[in-house]
């Protein structure tokens, strides 16, 4: 990574390349992780309108992991993603979470919440690329990243307004 950062020196703010490709790693295992996770997640959902999210989610995530091998490609290297510790502690609560709640309705709460750990996770991580590849002049990549980042925001609302219509208070 360092030969290409500095085979990039003309690159505005060259010093962040090689953060920028960590950070693209990064989310792209966090992203290959969170896609066992969401499987998991819809199953044990309760909520017909949750158990949809996750796999609306789902099929969302496979579209970033295909997009964030667009970006790779935009700033010419190849989609290699490595172990996303922050995801996998995020993935180990959801797991914990789904082991200690049996009812029906706090699963469901309890599920979001940890759902939207992720989500925020995801929102911070794609914010940061989004402006390193903005501040390195790459466009494609920042407008492919600006895409997942705004779809993440969005899952996130989503997983509020279910929390508030459905999950978080007595039917």
């Known amino acids: 990574m360092a030969n290409k950062a500095r085979n990039q020196s003309n690159m505005p703010n060259a010093h962040l390349h090689e953060l920028f ?19 998991k997640m819809a199953t044990k959902a309760n909520s017909e309108g949750l158990r949809s999210a996750f796999e609306e989610h789902h099929a969302q995530t496979e579209q970033h992991i295909e997009r964030l091998k667009k970006v790779f490609a935009s700033v010419d290297l190849s989609p290699r993603a490595k172990t996303c510790k922050a995801m996998e502690g995020l993935l180990a609560e959801a797991e914990e979470i789904m082991e200690n709640f049996e009812d029906a309705d706090v699963l469901d709460a309890a599920l979001i919440a940890a759902a939207q750990k992720v989500e925020h996770y995801e929102i911070a991580s794609y ?20 895409q997942t980042l705004e779809e993440e925001k969005d899952t996130d609302v989503k997983l509020t307004e279910i929390a508030m219509e459905e999950a978080n208070v007595s039917q």
């Not at 792209?28 to 992780?33: N, P, R, V, Y």
């Not at 914010?127 to 600006?146: F, I």
């Open 21 to 39: 490709v960590d950070e693209l790693r990064d989310i792209l295992g966090a992203e290959k992780l969170l896609l066992k996770g969401l499987k």
């Open 127 to 146: 914010g940061c690329l989004v402006t390193y590849a903005n501040l390195m002049d790459h466009r494609e990549a920042a407008d492919l990243l600006s």
